[in-house]
């Protein structure tokens, strides 16, 4: 049991929560007293039932991967350029050169990636573009869409083509987009003055018109079209009109909502990250508006079905390639990896379809998913999985619970409390910023360490 | 697109009266003009979409060669062909004219 069932405190109640038993309820404060004594009386039969369970073997406890690489999807990017100049990037667009991968080298990849999942007895042929911009590089992205779905044919696997994107670019390219891609992540901040603040063209124009006819032509696109916004200090406070405007114009499937990443950039452009108590009740908020249109409000450390230890690529043997043929684990730039004593790189790939994978590696990124003493009594553990393991989880970081920590716990909770359909109960702790703050900064979540309870 | 090189050099454009939609395999053309419908699958889908979205001549070959993995002289001998063909099935328009 120990670490995988969680008390958790909201306001006068008490959340009890067992993500690998798929288990959460709301009681009293006599009800944690009597689960963590474990002195239920059989008569408290609900009580009863859910002491038996958490004090049962978890039926599968997400484990780092062992043995072969199987990656669930191939990363490419295709060049580190871009066409914008956005102020907090953190993909080093201004000086990630120009190279673009070769196409017989993406090709070649694609083919690797083909032959694997269909060895695996995989459904699927999964490449997912990242950058810098991957569309400044379109005729490579071209060239992979067209080999993705001749190789997928011919091996009868279904293709599934991802993009994350800035979205400016020509109609043509963006009905392109539309047309053969399956799910595409659009940055898009919203409205125009907020925007083109931040995510200006090389030539320091404004790039809002063109992301919005983009968005406008993926929405009557089959694609599943999902914005990211990011969210700092100068936007929080607006996200409910942002999220109404979004669902009343584009009608997008999902709208996905991340905390600013501070870089230099961001703050010479006097950006700054959002409060996280404020973050988190925006984000309740203008998430619920999103879901009465029918849209999905997504934060990427946010609940979810299966548990994991992992929540990016990082730890899920995911191969991202670079244009110059490096294999990684991450889709970051190497020197923001670098800058956290993390060394990220898994191999290479040569175009003569070769795929040189360094063991030692492997071992190495796939241990970093259980390296996370930080989250060991936290009750989001195996959802948020610790972050991303750049920029929250790296090694040597703080022990303490981070802006990160803080709004991901009071999100998470909050999502709890809507399944349970306790939605006013998440109002009212998300109005309170004392009872916030003792759900929040609760350095240990486990039930075997729950004290307070007794008081 | 015209083809260096050649005495005559040749225009082709998309019969007026053919649509095309994106399938998982390929590419299923409808001509209006017979009421048939003609699925494409790979390579050839790849090409109907190159041509269709205003690659040149030159762009068409590299990026062909690199889906279809085709030597350069295969490359052109398959585009020829298969242009043909469409010619033929009166999917494309030809207009030759003087080089």
């Known amino acids: ?4 069932v969680f008390v958790i405190p909201v306001l006068d109640r008490w959340l009890v929560y067992a993500p690998l038993h798929h288990a959460s309820a709301l009681v009293n404060r006599a009800a944690v007293c009597r689960l963590s004594e474990d002195r239920v009386q059989p008569e408290q039969e609900d009580l009863a039932s859910l002491s038996s369970l958490i004090r049962s073997e978890p039926p599968g406890v997400p484990q780092p991967r062992e043995g072969l690489v199987s990656p669930q999807f191939l990363g490419l990017i295709p060049t580190r350029a871009c066409n914008l100049r956005c102020v907090y990037c953190g993909f080093g667009a201004a000086d990630g050169g120009c190279e673009v991968m070769d196409m017989a080298l993406a090709v070649a990849a694609v083919d690797w990636m083909a032959a694997d999942a269909q060895r695996r007895g995989r459904a699927t042929l999964d490449v997912h573009f990242f ?5 400044f590089a379109r005729d490579v992205v071209e060239v992979v869409v067209h080999r993705t779905r001749a190789v997928a044919a011919e091996k009868g696997l279904v293709p599934r083509l991802e993009a994350a994107t800035n979205g400016v670019y020509d109609e043509d390219c963006a009905r392109f987009i ?16 907020v925007h083109d603040r931040r995510r200006s063209a090389v030539n320091g124009r404004g790039s809002f018109e063109a992301v919005a006819r983009t968005a406008r032509i993926l929405s009557q696109s089959p694609a599943e079209l999902c914005f990211r916004v990011c969210v700092a200090d100068d936007n929080v406070d607006h996200l409910a009109e942002t999220v109404s405007w979004f669902c009343r114009q584009f009608q997008p499937a999902a709208i ?12 010479e452009a006097g950006l700054r990250p959002p409060d996280p108590y404020r973050f988190a009740a925006q984000f309740h908020s203008a998430g619920r508006i999103a879901s009465d249109q029918g849209v999905r409000p997504s934060y990427a450390a946010a609940l979810r079905e299966t548990p994991r230890t992992s929540f990016c690529p990082v730890g899920n043997d995911t191969l991202i390639l670079s244009p110059e043929g490096r294999v990684s684990a991450c889709y970051l730039p190497k020197q923001e990896w670098q800058a956290r004593g993390l060394d990220l790189e898994m191999g290479r790939f040569t175009v003569q379809g070769a795929m040189e994978l360094d063991r030692r590696a492997i071992e190495r990124v796939r241990s970093l998913a259980a390296a996370k003493p930080r989250c060991a009594k936290c009750f989001c553990r195996w959802s948020c999985a610790g972050g991303c393991h750049v920029n929250q989880s790296f090694p040597g970081c703080p022990q303490a619970y981070n802006d990160f920590c803080i709004q991901t716990r009071l999100i998470t909770a909050c999502s709890l409390l809507a399944e349970l359909g306790a939605d006013s109960l998440a109002d009212r702790l998300l109005d309170d910023r004392s009872a916030m703050e003792a759900l929040a900064l609760r350095t240990s979540d486990a039930l075997e360490d729950c004290e307070e309870a007794d008081g | 697109m015209g083809r260096p090189g050649a005495e005559k050099l040749a225009t082709y454009r998309c019969a007026p009266h053919v649509s095309w939609t994106v399938e998982r395999n390929g590419l299923l053309l409808l001509n209006a003009g017979n009421a048939k419908a003609c699925p494409l699958g790979y390579p050839q889908a790849a090409l109907w979409e190159l041509l269709s979205r205003g690659n040149s001549y030159r762009q068409v070959v590299s990026k062909m060669r690199a889906i279809a993995l085709l030597s350069a002289e295969a490359t052109e001998r398959f585009i020829a062909d298969t242009m043909e063909s469409w010619v033929e099935a009166g999917l494309l328009l030809r207009e030759d004219r003087d080089g």
Do not use: N, R
């Open chain 1, 256 to 267: 996905d909502f991340e905390t600013l990443q501070p870089t230099s950039g961001a703050e």
């Open chain 1, 131 to 135: 950058g810098g911009e991957p569309f």
């Open chain 1, 178 to 193: 539309g047309d053969y891609f399956e799910a595409v992540v659009l940055s898009f901040d919203g409205f125009p003055q």
């Open chain 1, 1 to 4: 049991m120990a670490g995988s």
